[in-house]
């Protein structure tokens, strides 16, 4: 069964069951997002689907009750050539030891396929625009190949100004990643925004009427777009008073991209999933909701959204 198939019956809803939400896994699993083939029209289903219409439908257009948006066959266009020249570009500002490298080539026209894409969904504003981009990373499937390093870790660093060499860990850099890509998609509106390999500081050094604390988060579409930072899942719930006072502590970051019931779903670098990793990480897509298990866990150590400043071009 095809994406074709499905658009002449009505799609399945949420909490449907059978071979039609099967062929829809499979056809989301094709456009890269990582979720498991049960035929269950369950919560990650669900987020996959909101977060497919974003990426090739712009936000405007989704429907959560609605398989027929997410199941339309999407016309894609090549990169022009001006989009393969900004991303080479982009690829001159990187260091000589990754450009020369021959594990990076496919990067390079990912890049430009990243513009050309970005063009046909045309974000609404800029905080959509750094959803978008981290929705877009996480469909590239990129983990680790060794701790804190890989082709496209590397370059994330990078691109976040880390020393990739030295092995950062890199979820901050993740963040400065998809707002640096995000100037360069959109550089006639340019936002400032902290460069810190640090979790903690990329609240502290965020203006402070660019933070929303943990209480305002969980209601406001103005969560989308930004960082959330946290305190480790694993450190006591009280080391979210100390990044609240200022002080750097150990803690994790990433890119809201979806609000969650009373919570959010987000995405993140350096992740199992499941909050930061000690061993092989990952972009992937995680869920901070005064809820139950790990998202509960998020949630109680969450210290707010630090989102960016704009500043003129």
Known sequence: MTPRDLIADAGPDPGDRGPVVRALQEYLQGQGFA???????????????????LLRLGREYVDEGTLAACMMIVEYTQPEPEDHEAAAALIATLPPSIIAADDYDPIWPTLAQMRADCALVQPVDRDDLIAWVAVWLLTQGIS??????????????????GDYEAADPW???????????????RPD??????????????WIAC?????LEREEAAWLAGSIGGAFVRARTS????????????????????????????????VAGNSSGQGHSAGSGSVALEVLSPT???????????VGIAHTSEIDA
């Open 189 to 202: 509106e340019l936002r400032d925004y902290p460069r810190t390999g640090s979790a903690a500081r990329t």
């Open 235 to 266: 450190a006591p719930v009280w080391h979210r008073e100390v990044i609240l006072r200022g002080e750097p502590m150990q803690g994790h970051t990433g890119i809201v991209v979806d609000l969650e019931a009373d919570g959010f779903t987000a």
């Open 144 to 161: 680790e190949t060794r701790q804190n390093r890989g082709p496209w870790v590397d370059v994330l660093i990078a691109l976040g100004g």
């Open 292 to 302: 139950s298990g790990h998202a509960l866990r998020a949630w109680e150590r969450l």
């Open 207 to 211: 203006p402070e009427r660019d933070r």
């Open 35 to 53: 979720l498991g083939l049960d035929g269950i029209y369950g919560p990650q289903t669900t987020r996959c689907v909101r977060l497919w219409q």
């Open 171 to 185: 979820c901050a850099r993740f963040v400065a990643a998809c707002r640096g890509l995000s100037n360069w998609l």
